[in-house]
């Protein structure tokens, strides 16, 4: 009864609910385009032109010159900072994972001509980010360099973390993960010790500027007077200092030295036995177009998590584990893009036999040693009295448990709510899944906002009662106004993105190809679990 089978869909597509759905998704998705457009901003037309005049590309271009001619590149974080006060969204750099000489890397590009490439604080975090899963997935790292180092105006946010991005470089460089930097442009003070520490070094002859003071504050200092080509040329440092290890013609010239460099690394193992060897891949029987109406702006409707897996798995097909059991977590096994997957999935509150499921499920990844996929759709653990005697405490920590110490790499896509602990249970951020992507109608918060300013009002009216003071309702109605709106917007997608809380939010209907893209990026590296868990509270 419960082999490989072919989910079948329940949804109507003339329901009014669906018409509904579809209709907000497509003002979210629009909204989610205006903004990566604005991302994709690469500094005022003078120093687009300048750069032009000096023979150079600009961030974006390097990238595709960069990637193999059939490579996709997966372009992560593109909204980190937005709605901050720094330089806009995405900050001055690109990243992401794309395909180079063949090998799986991680691609970091400046850009140089917003801002000078200079560093403001959600670029630094988003570079950190990028950082670790390059560390965690094993890529090699290629830094397309051309920055200003910090940015000043906020050098008190950047300078002491900062420091953790050389940092990293060399750590990743001891576990045997190089970083190629390929210098365009200038790369002043701090942007010195991006190619100073790196594996390899490639300097663009004429452009590449690198030094840890320029000229005028070398002036400043020491009253020596020297133009920047003879402090910091990429012909004096392939020459004389030895900073660059290549001296490149032109920017197509360094990129060509970075694609060799790449092709020379050490082969990636081929560990057969993870993707099937199949002749074909099946799609899904369904068509993704209808995510846009399966999954909501409204979160409080739910969603079925079969119909999402329906959509994303190979042939929809799903070897469901337990699934009368705890039935508000999905737990069961599919493939996709040929890859064996465990998938975790949310369809209603939980309570203590689902969060049992899901712990138990997590340990059945952890023994076959497959990827698990968690579709967190979530308001949190069931509350009240009844649940509270049947140890809903336990058992939460139980899942919680399992997800912290869980060795198989993770994925989590944020397909709805994501409230209480349950973003916990459903490895939200703080679990370190591989990588966790968005849909735009989803909303995280410790609750919603009518819970949460209804509980804040409780406690202020029990507090004045205490204190014997007269509670003003009109004064905690405008509180309980403000407090809804402030949690309503600090919890939609866009607020999260900024906060770099995901690695990007994306549309509904690239879920199955994100999911690809992040296994094939997984299994680059074998992984095994030792299957050591702590001790679970029974
Ligand atoms: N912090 C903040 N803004 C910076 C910056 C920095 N470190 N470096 C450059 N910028 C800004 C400029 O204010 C300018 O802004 P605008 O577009 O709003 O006018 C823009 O970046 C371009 O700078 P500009 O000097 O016109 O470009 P350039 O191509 O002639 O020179 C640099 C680029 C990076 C060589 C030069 O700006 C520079 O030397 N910056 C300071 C580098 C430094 O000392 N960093 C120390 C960091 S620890």
Partial sequence: MYSMQALKTRINKNAPDFKANYEGMQALLKDLDDKLEKSRFQGKEKHIEKAHKLGKMLARERIEVLLDEDSPFMELLPLAGLGGKGFGPGGTTVGGIGIVSGKICMIVSNVGTNKGGSIDYATLMKSLRLGEIAMENRLPMINL????????????????????????????????????????????????????????????????????AGPPLVKMATNEVVDDESLGGAAMHSRVSGVSDYLAEDELDGLRI?????????????????????????SPL???EELLGIVSPDIKKPIDAR???????????????????????????????????GIIANNGVLFSESANKGTHFIQLCNRQNTPIIYLQNITGFMVGKAYEE????????????????????????????????????????????????????????????????????????????????????????????????EVEKKSNAMYATGQLWDDGVIDPRDTRNYIGCCLNVVHQNAFSSDNQFGIFRM
């Avoid at 970075?258 to 099937?276: D, F, M, S, T």
């Avoid at 994303?312 to 997957?341: C, M, N, Q």
């Avoid at 609750?447 to 009109?474: C, F, H, N, T, W």
């Fill in 145 to 212: 360099v051309e920055s200003g180092g910090a940015n000043l105006p906020e050098q008190e946010k950047i300078f002491n973390y900062g420091g953790a991005s050389f940092r990293d470089i060399t750590r990743r460089s001891k576990e045997g993960i190089p970083t190629i930097a390929v210098v365009f442009g200038n790369a002043t003070a701090g942007g010195a010790y991006v190619p100073g520490m790196s594996d390899y070094t490639v300097f663009v002859k004429d452009n590449a500027k690198v030094f840890l």
């Fill in 286 to 288: 369904y068509d993704n």
């Fill in 307 to 341: 119909e999402i897996i329906a959509r994303i798995v190979d042939g929809s097909e799903f070897h469901e584990f337990k699934p009368e059991y705890g039935t508000t977590l999905v737990t069961g096994w599919a493939e996709v893009h040929g890859y064996r997957v």
């Fill in 390 to 485: 049947g140890g809903i405490i336990k058992d939460g920590a139980k899942m919680i448990n399992a997800v912290s110490n869980s060795d198989v790499p993770t994925i989590t896509i944020m397909i709805g709510a994501s409230y209480g602990a349950g973003n916990y249970a459903m490895n939200g951020r703080a679990y370190q899944p591989r990588f966790l992507f968005s849909y735009p109608n989803s909303k995280i918060a410790v609750m919603g906002p009518e819970q949460l300013s209804g509980v804040m009002e409780m406690i202020q009216r029990q507090a004045a009662e205490k204190a014997g003071l007269e509670y003003d309702k009109e004064q905690a109605e405008q509180m309980r106004q403000y407090m809804m709106m």
């Fill in 258 to 282: 970075a694609r060799e460099i790449i092709e020379h690394l050490e082969p990636v193992e081929e560990k057969p036995g993870y993707r099937k060897a199949k002749p074909s891949i099946k």
